[in-house]
């Protein structure tokens, strides 16, 4: 009964900028971490960026000083800028969200993965 839906992915030519959001919706509690990974044809998963509650940032270095996330805790919303995209930024990109549901359990944590957005930069 979660949802992580991502937009604002396309085709940007090097340089350009695109941003990205991921809503989470559904029966939802409390939202920890959410962050982003991103998988190339033919590569492994790579981590992004992510974002805690608090609104701690952490970045791959490859990313550093370019990406940009935010969150908006009041809309279970996450975000990413791109700046200065490079070819190599080319990648099918993932939201992901580390949450809280209540179940007949009690409170139960999860993580749920958005179905990506596709980022193509080209040269």
């Known amino acids: 009964q979660v949802q992580l839906v991502e937009s604002g992915g396309g085709l940007v030519q090097a340089g350009g900028s695109l941003r990205l959001s991921c809503a989470a919706s559904?029966?939802?509690?409390?939202?920890?971490?959410m962050g982003w990974y991103r998988q190339a044809p033919g590569k492994q998963r790579e981590w992004v960026v992510g974002?805690?509650?608090?609104?701690?940032?952490n970045y791959a270095d490859s990313v550093k000083g370019r990406f940009t996330i935010s969150r908006d805790n009041a809309k279970n919303t996450v975000n990413l800028q791109l700046t200065s995209l490079k070819p190599e930024d080319t990648a099918a990109y993932y939201c992901?969200?580390?949450?809280?549901?209540?179940?007949?359990?009690?409170?139960?944590?999860?993580?749920?993965w958005g179905q990506g957005t596709q980022v193509t930069v080209s040269s």
């Open positions: 992901n969200a580390d949450l809280v549901r209540a179940t007949m359990y009690g409170p139960r944590e999860y993580t749920y």
């Open positions: 559904g029966s939802i509690a409390s939202i920890n971490a």
């Open positions: 974002i805690t509650s608090g609104g701690s940032t």
